[in-house]
T-cell receptor, first 115, second 114 residues
Framework: AQKVTQAQTEISVVEKEDVTLDCVYE???????LFWYKQPPSGELVFLIR??????QNEISGRYSWNFQKSTSSFNFTITASQVVDSAVYFC????????????FGKGTMLLVSP | EAQVTQNPRYLITVTGKKLTVTCSQN?????MSWYRQDPGLGLRQIYY???????DKGDVPEGYKVSRKEKRNFPLILESPSPNQTSLYFC?????????????FGPGTRLTVT
């Protein structure tokens, strides 16, 4: 069985603060894939990143960065200098070799960025 | 434009009245799936289909049926809806499976069962 835990239900920050969203996963497989999705207030799901288990390099894309640590089974997401437009629900998700047909989502973290 | 479409976008119905939510993709994807999103529970997979010949249950299949007669369509059927199926439903597709680089999600269908 695979599991994704996003312990932070809601985070509130003021614009320009940095914020980190935590994601901890569980899987017995050695090959797996981790994802982050964003769901803005409009409701659609926006793909942010995919990372496979063999690539532990951290990723940076503009103000977004991701820290993948297999030793702690974590795939955390940091937004630098947050903006109001970053307000959304963020989901971490996992798909692994044995459960390759399914994508397991965490419960999501709601990020509120105030001006 | 590459997209996944769902219809209807909003639906209010009564307990026991059969309904179908359609899902269609124009990207020639093999893999399609349905999720429901509930507050505090995230997205949970209902059913998925690896191709037109393979369909299987996800984590919360009870009360739902699906059909994959054509590659592009994957309708979700509620034979006898109940209030606990009130939820936001998303259809998704990808080329081969959920490990693909990106799942393409539809816009969502908000269903209310009274």
């Amino acid at each position: 069985a695979q599991k994704v835990t996003q312990a932070q239900t809601e985070i509130s920050v003021v614009e320009k603060e940095d914020v980190t969203l935590d994601c901890v996963y569980e899987t017995r497989d050695t090959t797996y894939y981790l994802f982050w999705y964003k769901q803005p207030p409009s409701g659609e799901l926006v793909f942010l990143i995919r990372r496979n288990s063999f690539d532990e390099q951290n990723e940076i894309s503009g103000r977004y960065s991701w820290n993948f640590q297999k030793s702690t089974s974590s795939f955390n997401f940091t937004i630098t200098a947050s903006q109001v437009v970053d307000s959304a629900v963020y989901f971490c998700a996992l798909s692994s070799n044995s459960g390759y047909s399914t994508l397991t989502f965490g419960k999501g973290t709601m990020l509120l960025v105030s001006p | 434009e590459a997209q996944v479409t769902q219809n209807p976008r909003y639906l209010i119905t009564v307990t026991g009245k059969k309904l179908t939510v359609t899902c269609s993709q124009n990207m020639n994807h093999e893999y399609m799936s349905w999720y429901r999103q509930d507050p505090g529970l995230g997205l949970r997979q209902i059913y998925y289909s690896m191709n037109v010949e393979v369909t299987d249950k996800g984590d919360v299949p009870e009360g739902y049926k699906v059909s994959r007669k054509e590659k592009r369509n994957f309708p979700l059927i509620l034979e006898s809806p109940s209030p606990n199926q009130t939820s936001l439903y998303f259809c998704a597709s990808s080329l081969w499976g959920p490990t693909d680089n990106e799942q393409y999600f539809g816009p969502g269908t908000r269903l209310t069962v009274t």
